[in-house]
């Protein structure tokens, strides 16, 4: 439930002199959390783009700040979603005091459903927007009962344990964003969220600089800020800039639009809609995500359109091309979005004809370039226009580049400074701008997930690391996947699978067998796999006459030998990394009575 009743407040190891020497050797597990100062833990968003999730610990109190997802790469075979590993939440369940949150986007919102399967959380924090999303998904999934949510306005401020949050006005790629100030006992943190400074936003909603100078009067201890553009010189243009690109675009356009963007964001879908109602175009909206957004957007006023304006995708037959907008996911080229089917012809509703005009209005993420490319491709091939890259002018980034970078750290003044939400490189690149703004190489922190931050009024060290994996997600089946399996279904994809069945009798020798078989094998050049079986089948043999004894002189028993050793006979003479399963039985002649042992080995080398 979605609460407008908030508790408001009175009040409004260290790195060496190199940024990128920091990188070091730190122990693993899930440490003791002691000492007196405010511990600052990175789960996710550190050397990657997506899943952010931070926890603010202060003695027996605990925050945490957003939690996200991520994507998956393309060698995460059947993997949907990327999650930060929250056994150390769930370890600290009784410390738990809240979760705040600065924005509505998947990186930073979508992990809550998860957190709440094994977790509670007394109570959530967040924007209008953000919560109105949140609330969606957890009704999905039964878990809407298991928190409590409040929405917060500009410069509120709320009491969570011994914190004190006060949400500011931030500019993003989505309405309703926010900069955190966090008043904890040994000082003031402020962490940026995903930020921009956009000085002629679409919403007319600026980013809150007085409230950021005022925090520097008092005194900003720690900044964290995003680091996602730290590569990119001078400043993100405003979200204005594309409504001139959209306007000229819909102006020119013969025949139907496809726009295809984040459905996440609302400024972008919201000068779709304006657009299409400028030039007497009906939208239909594809992906039930970006249709939910719309609906709750609206609902929460941050987007205003005629009903009737949007249409089923069925009657969009009923009109003339170039009066058809179609609004849809699939910019990072999902294999299943309604982009992708669309553009290889799978999609039932949509068949692009020669003409079309596809708009590609979003920046790739990481890994997915490659997914996008193909989807451009098919576009191309079916005869549509399609716009898109970093030149067209229908997409800028939500994020800030490095003068916009620069005035957060001028503006803070901070004592101690930690860049977040980025590549590990874009970390390294950020600490290095914060020295050049002035800021001790000594006080510059560049953390990986799982490293804890030790800060006080006066000082800030390193301490040792927490358990802070990744848990892999099939949504088809709603649940995790073991990452052993993934990398089984890799070495499927790339290399195939080799199954040996052997008998053995009492003295280990062979009794019948081996009988192998192979699937997706790339044999040798000039060699029959009649001829390869022969040669693995005298493989097996040599490796089972050396018996128990090469066995345990490795510390291994039997099969695991056997596996072991096959899989270095593909890498040495085929350079290549089969799944090998071993089937291994053995059968005691003077004991008619007793069934044969079978047991399976499956090699995750």
Known sequence: MVSDNTTPTDGPKNSRSSVSAQAQSVSSGTA?????????IPLGGLGEIGKNTMVLRYGNDMILVDAGLAFP??????VDLVLPDYSFLVENQDKIRGLVITHGHEDHIGGIPFILRHLSIPVIYGPSLALGLLEGKLAEVGLEDRTVMRKVKPRQEVKIGCFSVKFIRCTHSIADSYSLIIRTPVGNVVHTGDFKFDFTPVDGEQYDIASLTAAAEEGVLLLMSDSTNVEREGFTPSERTVWRKLDEIFANAKKRIIVTTFASNVHRVRQVLQAAMKYERKVTVLGRSMLNLAGIARELGYMTYPDGLIIPPEET???PMDKVVVLTTGSQGEPLSALTRIANDEHKQIKIVAGDTVIISATPIPGNERSIANTINALFVRGADVIYG????????GHACREEQKMMINFCKPKFFMPVHGEYRMLVRHGELAEECGISGQNVFVMENGDVLEVFKDRAQKQAAIKAGVVLVDSSREWEIDDQIVEQRRHLAEDGMVTVAVTLD????IAAGPDISMKGLILPRGLSPEEFLVRLKAEVESILEKGAVAAKSHGMDLRTYLQHELVNFFVEKMKSRPLVQIVLQEVVTNAPRTKPQSTKSTSRD
């Open 32 to 40: 003791s959390i002691s000492g007196a100062g405010l511990k600052v």
């Open 73 to 78: 790469s393309e060698d995460m075979l059947g």
């Open 317 to 319: 037959r009923k009109l």
């Open 390 to 397: 970093r030149n067209a002018g229908v997409h800028v980034s």
């Open 506 to 509: 009492r003295g280990k020798r």
